[in-house]
């Protein structure tokens, strides 16, 4: 369904990609692994048209990504749960919920209306505090909140980074599980993570990142728990610890 | 007691411009986080497009529409050079820049105009209101009416409206509003165009009052919006209108009880009590004043 090839991604002369490839399979969770600095929220930026490619290609469903400003992106059915959430913090839940179907905001009312109330009862959370402003919730409310403002657009896939930083172990659990139900709905994923023991238990497929490039790609099970923890926390490939 | 309450009446009424100017700047700078230097000039080149209808004979209706369409046109034009190209680089090269393109437009002006002051016609023709002790110049009441409109009218735009959600959500986090597919040059095209309508009905008012226009114009209203947004708090919109109204309460009460002279110092005075007891402003945006308390613990 998405499709990375050879993707270089440069601030300045320092490049942050140096050629990356992997690929999301249409109705799985595919799961992007590393440590901090590997250069996962660059790559995110990047598929999401907020950073531009120096070089490779990004296809949603065959159709070319690189170069096309993100309002196109999205509209093609691509949706992020940004890094740290980035929640409009002064705006109410529902008019940041309603932010997320933006590009379809006048044409399609109803179909607007509709997926609130989808969101709304799909997180029952997100009802109580609907008029409240995003920036008086929880950090876990507002993880919530960021799912569902995404899922207002529509997505065919679901970009997903680090949602589980800063929170809660109960909360993380919530979050992982509401992962794998959109999921069983039918809405592939690609989420990037540290948290690699949670992760592992959700992924289809999963991808290791470090300093720019893919070093490993395999099914859960495939590494040893303790390398992959190791390396995508740390790095360093071969690093494994005997 | 009568001076001083007509003191207040005079100066909500000198006020509303300068809330209207803020009220520019404040959305231009709330939104995009970019301080438009140009903005008061922008506003001058656009009378001096009125005045040059004016000139020619062109009847009232005319010079209202080419003063709001020279100050949309040389606001799009500023807003085009220094903040589009530079959206997302530094914030500092897109404010001098700015600040290029202010003496870039006065001079312009001053080429096709090069005498120190030209007309411009009246807006009303009313009589003073009485009430009571305390008067009413009908120029003010006209331009306090309009004012008040013009803030319902906003204020509908940008909580009732798409383009309204949009400004907000550019205005909070504008790397999250990309990601909701919101086109952030359109938006801040958008909000130049907005700003530039609410200050060319600024400067209608204004140069209507004192029926003349001169260059140095746009100096001054860069100076006033500047301090109306700053006393209000950067960024917000209710704070603009109430840093202008106090801006224009001050300025008079200054005036009568200390002369003239005194006029300018009423600014300076009310800038340095605020910056000193209340920098964040009267009702500054939350997200300012975080920054503000971050950068005090640095």
Known sequence: MLVIENIVTAYGKIEALRGVSMEAQEGRITCLLGPNGAGKTTLMYTVAGILHARRGSVRLQGQELVGKPSSEIV??????????????????VRENLIAGAYLRLTRDKA?????????????????ERINQDAGTLSGGEQQMLAVA???????RILLMDEPSLGLAPLVVEEIFRTIHELNAEGVTVLLVEQNAHMALQIAHHFYLLEQGRITFSGVPGALQEDEVIHRAYLGGSGASSH | MVDFLQNIVDGVMVGSGYALLGLGFTLIFGVMRRLNLSYGPSVMVGIFVGTWFHLRGAGLLAVIAATLAGTVLANVYVDRLCFWA?????????????????????????????????????LTALEPIELGPIFFRAEYVTMFACVALLLAGVWLLVYRTRFGLALRAVAQDPVAARYMGIP???????VA?????????????IAGTDQLVI??????????????????????????????????VAEIQFVWYLGAQFRDLA????????????PGGLLGQAIVRRELAAFRRI
């Open chain 2, 184 to 190: 952030l040059d359109w938006i801040g095209l958008g």
């Open chain 1, 75 to 92: 509209r093609r059915g691509l949706a992020l749960v940004p890094e740290n959430r980035l929640t409009f913090p002064e705006v109410s």
């Open chain 1, 111 to 127: 179909g607007v209306a509709e997926d609130l109330e989808r969101q709304l009862v799909r997180f029952p959370r997100l009802r």
């Open chain 2, 86 to 122: 530079v959206r997302q680089r530094s914030a500092i090269t897109a404010v001098v820049s700015s600040f290029v393109i202010w003496m870039q437009l006065e001079e312009a002006v001053i080429l096709v105009f090069p005498d120190r002051t030209y007309p411009f016609p009246r």
């Open chain 2, 215 to 248: 260059p140095k114009f746009g100096l001054w209203a860069t100076y006033k919006g500047l301090i109306a947004m700053m006393l209000g708090g950067m960024g917000s919109i209710p704070g603009a209108v109430c840093g202008g109204l106090l801006l224009g």
């Open chain 2, 193 to 205: 165009v907005m700003a530039a309508l609410i200050g060319g009905l600024a400067g209608l008012l």
């Open chain 2, 267 to 278: 600014a300076y005075f009310l800038l340095f009590t605020f910056l000193v007891l209340r």
């Open chain 1, 149 to 155: 403002r995404a899922l207002m657009a529509r997505p």
